[in-house]
């Protein structure tokens, strides 16, 4: 009898959703997020973002580099600042290390042009120390860089086992001392906050009033998964161009001023890569510069478009209601009526993850929209009573 299908599916939607809500498959989510980034990405367009990317490229480290290697001189470096606080960014971000001194003129240079500049921002690596990977340590700059520069904020990624970047830390506690990322130093000098505050669901920007203080949301562990906005994340301005007799053409100096000015490689030359979701792969080594996808993050904070997770309760609430949908579908007499209402429900569970995600919440897709199609196959061919 139908009823009797009908229960049987019923139970079977009910047990296989919430079995599926307290045992998330990780490659799920991670599928969905790729899929979802796919499918919302702007393809072939250079984000119009409140960051842009000054790029170290082959010609100034040709007229300014060490021969061999891919850096440029710490008076290479100076020479860049320098004519880069010229055109009026509104804060300046390096991406560039400073482990120990180097030229001692050239530091002295470099040090000379980051105080003149003002507000700029200095990387620091999260290392994990040999062990059990639990412990971990700093790798700063050198005290005369961290002294004169405005700020020092880490920048490391933690890429998943599949080696793709997807998600990133936006504080970390190292040795005691909580730390911010990078992204997050930078976005609040854009915003001219006044204090980081940091809770268990969100961060918050607090400016001085009236202002409204700016809200992002993170997770338990103050991690967001990266919304990855197209191919060029943000425009990318030739360093050459910056120091070139004469001066940057207009264009240089208009996508430069008022922006937060990051410099670093973005050329393959460069070791900083990493594996991202989707197109926004380089063509030649299947990931993005690691200055881009820091770029990405930091116009992801000023914009509020990162992703987070709802609560599980949320997921296993709609993973259940639509298995058990899919089972009752499964127990009508009439097959192309349910069959037409399992591919509505998949298709609607497609459209309302877009819709989520656009909004910044991450939900399973992969699950939401397979599970009734697969609790109504499992149930049309159970034996009928």
């Known amino acids: 009898m139908a009823l009797s299908r009908r229960f049987v599916g019923l139970s079977?939607?009910?047990?296989?959703?919430?079995?599926?809500?307290?045992?998330?498959?990780?490659?799920?989510?991670?599928?969905?997020?790729?899929?979802?980034?796919?499918?919302?990405?702007?393809?072939?367009?250079?984000?119009?973002?409140?960051?842009?990317?000054?790029?170290?490229?082959?010609?100034?480290?040709?007229?300014?580099?060490?021969?061999?290697?891919?850096?440029?001189?710490?008076?290479?470096l100076a020479e860049l600042v320098t004519r880069l606080a010229e055109l009026k960014p509104r804060a300046i971000g390096l991406d560039v290390e400073f482990p120990s001194a180097r030229e001692h003129a050239g530091d002295a240079q470099l040090l000379d042009a980051i105080a003149a500049a003002g507000d700029v921002t200095l990387p620091e690596a999260v290392v994990t120390l040999p062990g059990d990977g639990s412990a971990?340590?700093?790798?700063?700059?050198?005290?005369?860089?961290?002294?004169?520069?405005?700020?020092?904020?880490?920048?490391?990624?933690?890429?998943?086992?599949?080696?793709?970047?997807?998600?990133?830390?936006?504080?970390?506690?190292?040795?005691?001392?909580?730390?911010?990322?990078?992204?997050?130093?930078?976005?609040?000098?854009?915003?001219?906050?006044?204090?980081?505050?940091?809770?268990?669901?969100?961060?918050?920007?607090?400016?001085?009033?009236?202002t409204p203080a700016l809200v992002v949301p993170v997770d338990a562990s103050a991690a967001t998964w990266v919304r990855f906005t197209g191919d060029h994340p943000v425009p990318v301005v030739p360093g050459s161009e910056l120091v070139k007799p004469?001066?940057?053409?207009?264009?240089?100096?208009?996508?430069?001023?008022?922006?937060?000015?990051?410099?670093?490689?973005?050329?393959?030359?460069?070791?900083?890569h990493h594996r991202v979701p989707s197109a926004r792969m380089d063509a030649h080594r299947q990931q993005l510069a690691g200055v881009l996808v820091l770029g990405q993050i930091i116009s992801n904070v000023l914009e509020g478009r990162g992703v987070v997770t709802p609560p599980p309760w949320?997921?296993?609430?709609?993973?259940?209601?639509?298995?058990?949908?899919?089972?009752?579908?499964?127990?009508?007499?009439?097959?192309?009526?349910?069959?037409?209402?399992?591919?509505?429900?998949?298709?609607?569970a497609v459209l309302g993850s877009i819709h989520e995600f656009l909004g910044g919440?991450?939900?399973?897709?992969?699950?939401?929209?397979?599970?009734?199609?697969?609790?109504f196959a499992v149930v049309r061919v159970w034996p009928a009573r």
Do not use: Y
Request: glycine share 10%; aromatic share 6%.
């Open 12 to 76: 079977v939607g009910a047990v296989l959703g919430l079995a599926l809500a307290a045992w998330r498959p990780v490659g799920s989510e991670r599928a969905s997020f790729d899929w979802l980034t796919w499918a919302t990405e702007e393809r072939g367009q250079t984000a119009d973002a409140a960051v842009v990317v000054v790029e170290i490229d082959r010609a100034l480290l040709k007229t300014h580099g060490v021969p061999g290697e891919a850096r440029l001189k710490r008076e290479g």
């Open 136 to 210: 971990l340590t700093l790798r700063e700059p050198i005290a005369p860089f961290a002294e004169v520069a405005r700020q020092v904020g880490f920048v490391t990624l933690h890429p998943d086992d599949d080696e793709t970047v997807r998600r990133v830390g936006l504080v970390r506690t190292v040795n005691g001392v909580r730390r911010h990322h990078f992204a997050l130093l930078a976005a609040a000098q854009m915003l001219g906050a006044e204090h980081i505050q940091v809770q268990p669901d969100r961060i918050m920007f607090l400016r001085k009033p009236p």
């Open 246 to 272: 004469g001066g940057p053409d207009a264009r240089w100096r208009a996508l430069v001023a008022d922006r937060f000015a990051l410099v670093g490689g973005v050329e393959e030359i460069f070791a900083d």
């Open 314 to 348: 949320v997921g296993g609430l709609l993973l259940t209601a639509l298995a058990m949908a899919g089972g009752w579908l499964a127990g009508t007499r009439r097959l192309m009526p349910a069959l037409a209402g399992v591919v509505a429900l998949a298709a609607l």
């Open 361 to 375: 919440v991450l939900v399973d897709a992969a699950l939401l929209a397979g599970l009734p199609p697969l609790v």
